[in-house]
């Protein structure tokens, strides 16, 4: 039904022309403004005119504004994302923020892809009745954070976790049902009659109320401070626990389906209301239960007595502690009763209840000793049978870890009855000690490495009583031997302790750490040179250092790797020596290149290990072989870790590289007596080149060693004459036409770090110029020598090193001076080479007598010309092969012939050596064909000896011929008398 409202607009008030005036200023709600700007305006309009015009137009124009103005607004339906509140804005990715936001009845919000989303208010979110928010998707699609109050007016539905911060409280009105969870910080909440919260209600300090036939879901909460009001018919699915001080009160008729607990306050249950748990305050504070209320549980207080109203029932026990009075009404049923921790009784009536209730049972057994092993594992006896074990598992440096305490009979079996079922609990002081030396008792032990208080409760655990489990222990640095000792305690505080024997475990057990962390203090060594190699015994963050570490890593050279290999003989020495506060290191040498690496590689490769410090675990509380951080999970090893320390993680040391290089030469000139050699003439020459390590007196070995490994080295060969290399000009003696027999940089074959070129022949070429120059020497001072060419730069020492030639275009490293040191290849002196040739002259003599023949060796020298080789002592003279003759044709003053055989050579002495007077001819005499007179040509063959021939015609192709040393032997044709009439007299004087 609509109403409507008449006024006469001819008496509008003036208020309404001052609104008028200020219209344009009105900020109207956007979903608001079309239908209210219409009122006011049309009014405004109306108002500004004469009486007589405003009843004119009454009929027409306001009936239908009031009209309008009496129909309601519509609800809106925001959508997130798209049609947002004013006030509101995307952050994207489904957060949204909004201020303070007040939504009127009916309203709705829809949440839209992106999912989850959150909506975040900087200041309260209100809204009016039968809103509904997220209605048609799931709790967890939508979460508000309120940074202020949050109302939720009646009958609206919210599918959502709310959160309210500071002092945000939050209502939530009658009929209302919020799907999800909701928490405040210091805010209280409150639920009318009825609403529903599907989830848990949190709070920090706030109270929580709610209304008569409310229900929540999960628990209800306070952290701090609080307490919980439940009105009549209320339901809590879960628990409700007040961690502070505060109340819980429940009306009639309630329902909780979990415990109820506060520190310090009462606890009430309203009559015939239910309790699925137990009911406790644990330190002041009493409970109280209505009529035919239930509690499925125990009720337990420390301070505080107990009611139960008439028909009340309790499933399990009422204990009180330290004082107060367990009051039980008629028709009352609890199952037993425990007061003050004995079995005596406190109940002050109910003595007409039947059954009556049980008195909590008497206290446990005694122990008479204690041991210490690894949960799980079955107890020995060790007094029936002393060869058992109970065994203590090898644990790991700073890590959490735990075992079993049981309680013993002077029989050594267990004490199951330590704690009687519903018995007071019991407690023992549990202290570590290093064993490394023992003292002579168990109660001589002192200064223990860790500590803590094992609790011995009411129940079982591990399938029988008088065993629990300590709390966490963690030691924060390693022990090769720890023993555990147990002292029973009067209270939990352990300040005193009983009189029963500290009593200590049969077995000892290791903390070892983490691995060792492997380091060496360069990254490029000269082989042989000393450098640090070190192991640092570490935690589990590989960083920190167990200092208690004085164990002995090995150092296993057998899976060691290298690049290109490994020699294992060349490191020195071959062992770590013990750790001091952690840490092992040496100084260490390896004579060999290249790089070797310390494997770390699970299971059980490493280059550094220590399988020595958990000894007294042996191989039955640890997995031999293995430094696994992580206990095994199942099977009989549950709860072992590796008996080994580890290397953490792979060491790569080195690069090595050679020291120096090591040369023995090996050269003999062609004339080896006269130090030279003629040019073209074949000469020796070989070398053994190793690659060293680095000479040294301490540590031992001395080093200097052959660098096994070593495979890269190039060399370069020169032959330096004053400043001019002449290597250009070596070829192998066998060559022919002469070939290079050098093309640097040489790439030898290198074996066990040496290259060997065995002696070979070589020859220094002629020279082809003509005429004669500076290439023709004589080189007096020639040094062939062989340099090193290395990619580290690395030549011979200063002391090998006798002369420096430019270097090589092709040296790797040309900057260097490395590439320039040559050694000397030719015995450490200079050797010369000579362009040399045999020269015969004319000679004229009696036919009657022998004709000696001049002969010369000689040499090149620039500037000099041709000079007799005085030092040559070794150029040969073999009779007949050497010497040839040419005859010329038979004539009337030449009657020499071959066929007659007129001419015959001798040498001069037994010598074999060409000098200046060795070679003569023989007196040709007479012969069948005339006297001995005439002349023949002589020649000296050099056909075994080319590096003495000479182009003695300067032809341009000479033959061979031509190229041997001639001269002419004339006999007779120059004497006097009839004869020739020369004037020539032959003279013979005699004395």
Known sequence: MITFRCVQLHRVPASVFRDCASLSGVQVPAEREPSALLRRGLLCRIASLSAAARRRIFLLVALPVLLLAAVPAQAIDYTFPGALPLGCVDNGGGSYACGALTLAANDTFTIASPKPATITFSGAFTTGAGVAINSGGAT??????????????????????????????????????????VSTETGFVSLGAPATVGGSISTITGYVVLGASAIVGGSVSTLNAGYVV?????????AIAVSGAGYVTTGDSAIVGGSISTVSDAITVGASSQVGGSIAVSQIGGVTLGASAGVGGDISTETGSTTVGAGGTVGGQISMNVTGAISIAAG?????????????????????????????????????????????VSINNLVSNSSLRNPLYTKLVSTDFKFDIAALK?????????????????YTKVELFDDTTAPASCPAYANPVASTTATFTSGTYSGAAGRTLTPNINIGNVYKKLRCRVKECTDSTCASFTTVAPACSSDQFSVRPAAFLAAQNTTTFNAGSTFTLQATAVKGDLTTITTNYTGVPTLNLSQMTGTPGFTVAALAPSVLPAAQAGV??????????????????????????????????????????????????????????????????????GRFYPDHFDITPSFTA?????????????????????????????????????????????LNLAAINGSTDWVARLSLAASNPPAPAVSNPLSPTWSNGSYILTPTSYKFTRPTTTPADLTWGAFDALNIGVAIDDGDGIGYPSATSTFTATTPASCTKSGATECKKYA??????TTKMLYGRIALSNAHGSERLALPIPMKVQYYKAGSGW??????????????????????????????SLAGNSVKAYLGNASGIVTGNQLSLASPGSSAVGPGIGYVDVFFDLAAMPWLNFNWKGKPTPTTAELNPAARATFGVYTSGNRSGNGFIYIREMY
Do not use: W
């Open 140 to 181: 967890s699609d939508l979460s508000l954070v309120v940074n202020g109050a949050f109302t939720l007016a009646a009958t609206s539905t919210l599918k959502a976790n709310v959160q309210t911060r500071g002092l945000g409280a939050v209502t939530i009105g009658a009929g209302s049902t919020v799907s999800g969870n």
């Open 230 to 238: 439940l009105g009549a018919s209320a339901r809590v699915g879960g």
């Open 332 to 376: 009352g049923k609890v199952h037993a009763v425990c007061c003050y921790k004995t079995n005596a009784s406190c109940v002050t009536n109910g003595s007409g209840i039947l059954p009556g209730p049980l008195v909590c049972t008497a206290p446990g057994g005694s122990a008479a000793n204690f041991e210490c092993l690894e949960t799980g």
């Open 410 to 426: 002077t029989d050594g079996t267990l004490e199951s009855n330590y704690v009687a079922v519903g018995g007071n609990s019991k």
């Open 584 to 653: 092992s290191n040496a100084t260490f040498t390896y004579d060999d290149v290249g790089s070797f690496t310390l494997p770390a590689t699970s299971p059980g490769t490493y280059g550094i290990s220590d399988s020595t410090f958990t000894s007294v675990d042996g191989s039955s509380d640890c997995i031999a072989g293995s430094a696994s951080n992580t206990p095994v999970t199942s099977g009989n090893d549950k709860g072992k870790i590796g008996c080994l320390i580890g290397q953490s993680a792979a060491l790569t040391v």
């Open 670 to 714: 062609g004339c080896s007596g006269a130090g030279f050699t003629y040019m073209d003439q074949p000469f020796t020459l070989g070398y053994t080149v190793t690659a060293k390590s680095l000479g040294r007196v301490a540590p031992t070995p001395p080093g200097n060693l052959p660098l096994q490994l070593y495979s890269g080295g190039k």
């Open 824 to 829: 000397s290849l030719t015995g450490g002196a």
């Open 867 to 896: 000079l007799t080789n005085t030092d040559d002592s070794c150029t040969p003279i073999a009779l007949p092969a050497s010497i040839g003759f040419t005859y010329a044709a038979l004539s009337a003053k030449n009657k020499l």
